[in-house]
C-alpha cells in the first residue's frame, strides 16, 4: 500500500472522531434525560467511551504506520489521548455554558486506558499472529 493511502486508511478515522469529539463538546449544553443523576452518569459514560474509542484508534494508527514497539504505541496512544483530552476541556471553555473540569480528564484517561486494554486484547502483540481466532506465538 502506497505510504498515503496507508496514512489515510489508518489515521483518517482517528481524525474524523476527533472531529465528532469537538463538533460534540461544541453544544451548549447536551442533556441526555431529564433525571439529573441519569444524564450524570449517561454523559460520563459517554466521555469514558469516546475516549476508549480514540485511544484505540490512535494504536491502530501507531501499529500500522510506524516502526514503533507494541508496548511504546499503547503508551503513546494513551498520552495522546489524553492530551486530547486536555485540548478537549479546554475548547469546552470557550463554549458558553460549557466548562472544562479536571475530573473530566480524569474519567476520559480512565476510558483511555480501557482502551489500552481492549487494543492489547484485539491486536496481536510483536511475534504473535492471529490463527483461526486463536492468538498464537510465532
Known amino acids: 500500500m502506497k505510504k498515503f493511502k496507508r496514512f489515510f486508511v ?3 478515522p482517528a481524525f474524523f472522531w476527533m472531529g465528532f469529539i469537538y463538533f460534540l463538546s461544541s453544544f451548549h449544553k447536551l ?3 431529564p433525571v439529573s443523576w441519569q444524564d450524570f ?3 460520563k459514560t459517554a466521555h ?3 475516549y476508549a474509542i480514540l485511544c484505540l484508534l490512535y494504536f491502530r494508527g501507531l501499529k500500522n504506520t510506524t516502526k514503533i514497539s507494541f508496548k511504546k504505541s499503547l503508551i503513546l496512544a494513551f498520552l495522546m489521548t489524553v492530551f486530547y483530552a486536555f485540548t478537549d476541556e ?4 470557550k463554549v458558553n455554558g460549557r ?4 475530573f473530566d480528564i480524569g474519567i476520559d484517561a480512565l476510558g483511555a486506558f480501557f482502551g489500552m486494554i481492549l487494543a492489547k486484547k484485539i491486536f496481536p502483540c510483536e511475534g504473535q499472529t492471529f490463527n483461526n481466532d ?5
Open 10 to 12: 489508518f489515521w483518517f
Open 31 to 33: 442533556q441526555a434525560s
Open 41 to 43: 452518569v449517561i454523559r
Open 48 to 50: 469514558f467511551l469516546e
Open 90 to 93: 479546554f475548547h469546552q471553555t
Open 99 to 102: 466548562t472544562g473540569r479536571i
Open 134 to 138: 486463536i492468538l498464537v506465538k510465532k
